[in-house]
């Protein structure tokens, strides 16, 4: 007896679980929207702030009408080195919510700035991804011609800065200035050069830490830097070098009770941080954006 009482209640929620989800539809729980993030930086690779009045959205690639799915300002440091985030409502096939899509719909990134689209870099169309998927997305302003990831404004400009130009093994043009060649032998590749403001044909010119010494009788160490002009740096820790977690340091606690990172603007000229090596960390690295 005993297991046929087993039996018919297992039969009984099988039949009760379809009945429960028909009568559940409408008040679908909404699923987690997509958050796409990131750095969006202008032609000659200086990350966007507030000043520069820009504006992200989110379109369905295909939509003519232009209707807007997501929409943030492009404001500095949103979190470490991203200045815009979009959050992208998901279908939960629940009552019909205007700025909701499907999974798999192509999306599009837009900039704005003063009202006026900008060229973006690389194209900015992607599939939607699962319900839920954060996904970091980095942006150039301007024309890229050779689609290599340096815009054609700074490529040009740089050229015409090369003191070498028109010497055997020198670039001539935007086709032969390769993003991972490493023009002035520094070390640092012309993207990267790109990326952090410093100037790809100067062996001199190049983000790096020049130097790293505790300070005496105390728990603290100075870090020296390189800085650039309109870039921002953060300094970050970790306690071991193999599979290091990288964490910020430096924290601080803003006036209006907000927990924020210490952000360092570059000067163009070289940079001391003081970091506490009491915290248990040993190895140290600092981010250029
Ligand atoms: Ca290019
Ligand atoms: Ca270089
Ligand atoms: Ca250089």
Redesign the pocket.
Known sequence: MKSNFSLILGLAVVLVAPCEAATRVAPAVPKPPVITYGLIRDEYGVPLTKDSKAVARLLKDADQAGKIYAQSVVEANVYLGMNYRLSLEIDSKGPVRSRAVTVGTPMRVQALIDGSEEALSPRPVWNTPAAGTPQRLDYTLGEDADGDGLPDAWELWMLELNPRYGEPGQPMDIASFRPEDDC?G?G?SNLR?FMAG??????T??FSIVSFEKVPGTTLAALTFKTSLDHVYHVLMAERADNPNWTPVATTSHVDGEFGYETYEGTGRKMTVYVDAALGAAFFKVACH
């Open positions: 002035d520094d640092i050069e410093t100037d790809p044909f100067s062996a010119d190049l």
